[in-house]
């Protein structure tokens, strides 16, 4: 089946990285995406990595995939108050197209 | 450009009443999603519509349907609507459908409360 698990909650220091952890079920997943939702408001894509690929860097963000283990990580260097949101990881079913989504997980960062 | 578009931002309903959610695509976009999301979940996956058909479906039942008209827009439609409809209902759309990297631009979403 077809399966996203993420914990809930981290919480941090400004100026720390962070490190949300996620783990997929679909083997044949494509895409794996990490979305920011800040309160209030819709979805917005922040990296995605190809499933061929063991690490993407994008200036502050960091995505590293081990696809033995199907675990997908995000990492956020130096961590703004700003970088407070929930954090969704997805993947992309290559049947159907649809993203299936972890239930999310709230970053809290303390100044 | 105008990113996806969604109306009404706010809706409030009562059991039983039927409801009609609308979306606007990213222009050149002929693919729309639709996802629920409930407090505390992520998103699930209702429907797909790429060029006027339905492509995919998830594990709703049939009180929710949908269309898409040849302008690409779509509209969810729920019907006898219960305290579990309540959620916030997100629009994606993209340039193709499935088995490629298809970026899915998310709308800022309709919240719906059933009282």
Redesign the interface.
């Known amino acids: 089946g077809e399966d996203v698990e993420q914990s809930l909650f981290l919480s941090v220091r400004e100026g720390d990285s962070s490190v949300i952890n996620c783990t997929y079920t679909d083997s044949s997943s494509t895409y794996l995406y990490w979305y920011k939702q800040e309160p209030g408001a819709g979805l917005q894509l922040l990296t995605y990595i190809f499933s061929n690929m063991d690490m993407k860097q994008d200036q502050r963000l960091t995505v590293l995939l081990n696809k033995k283990d199907k675990h997908l990580s995000l990492r956020i260097a130096d961590t703004q108050t700003g970088d407070s949101a929930i954090y969704f990881c997805a993947e992309l079913s290559s049947n159907t197209g649809k993203l299936i989504f972890g239930q999310g997980t709230t970053l809290q960062v303390k100044p | 450009d105008a990113g996806v578009t969604q109306s009404p931002t706010h809706l409030i309903k009562t059991r039983g009443q039927h409801v009609t959610l609308r979306c606007s695509p990213i222009s050149g976009h002929k693919?729309v999603?639709w996802?629920q999301q409930v407090l505390?979940?992520?998103?699930?996956?209702i429907f797909?519509y790429y060029e006027k058909e339905e492509?995919?479906r998830?594990n709703f039942p049939d009180r929710f349907s949908a269309r898409q008209f040849p302008n690409y827009s779509s509209e969810l439609n729920v019907n006898a609507l219960l305290l579990g409809d309540s959620a916030l209902y997100?629009c994606?759309s993209s340039s193709s459908?499935?088995?490629?990297?298809?970026?899915?631009?998310?709308?800022?979403?309709t919240r719906l409360t059933v009282l």
């Not at chain 2, 505390?40 to 996956?45: A, V």
């Not at chain 2, 459908?97 to 979403?109: A, L, M, V």
């Open positions: 693919s999603s996802y505390g979940q992520g998103p699930q996956f797909q492509r995919g998830g997100l994606a459908t499935s088995g490629f990297y298809n970026e899915q631009f998310f709308g800022p979403g």
